[in-house]
C-alpha cells in the first residue's frame, strides 16, 4: 500500500450472527481498564431484563465508539431529523437506553 495505508478492513460475519439481536436497554460499567457494556431486552410487565450480549472493550475502544456514534447519529440526524425521547431526562416514556 502507498504512504502506508493499510488495505481497508473486511468483516466476516456467521449466518448465525447475521440477523443481530435487539436491545432496548444498554447497562454500562466501568474499571479503570475496560468498559462493560450489557445489551438487554426489557419485556413490558416483567421484572427482569435478560442480557443477550455483553461487549468489554477498553477506555479508547469506547471513546472511539462514542466518536463514531456521535458523527453517525449527525447524518442519520441530518437525513432524517432529529431523533427525539433519547436518554435520560427524555419526555418519551418509552423504554431507551439505560444509564448505570
Request: net charge positive; no cysteine.
Given at each position: 500500500m502507498e504512504n502506508g495505508s493499510t488495505p481497508?478492513?473486511?468483516l466476516q460475519i456467521d449466518a448465525s450472527d447475521?440477523?443481530?439481536i435487539y436491545s432496548n436497554l444498554v447497562v454500562l460499567a466501568h474499571s479503570s481498564s475496560e468498559f462493560v457494556l450489557d445489551f438487554a431486552r426489557v419485556m413490558p410487565?416483567?421484572?427482569n431484563a435478560k442480557v443477550h450480549a455483553r461487549i468489554i472493550m477498553t477506555p479508547q475502544h469506547a471513546l472511539g465508539l462514542l466518536k463514531t456514534?456521535?458523527?453517525d447519529i449527525a447524518?442519520?440526524?441530518s437525513q432524517n431529523g432529529?431523533?427525539?425521547g433519547a436518554g435520560p431526562g427524555s419526555n418519551d416514556p418509552k423504554?431507551?437506553?439505560g444509564f448505570k
Open positions: 481497508p478492513l473486511k447475521a440477523d443481530g410487565g416483567t421484572p456514534l456521535e458523527a447524518r442519520y440526524e432529529k431523533i427525539r423504554p431507551g437506553i
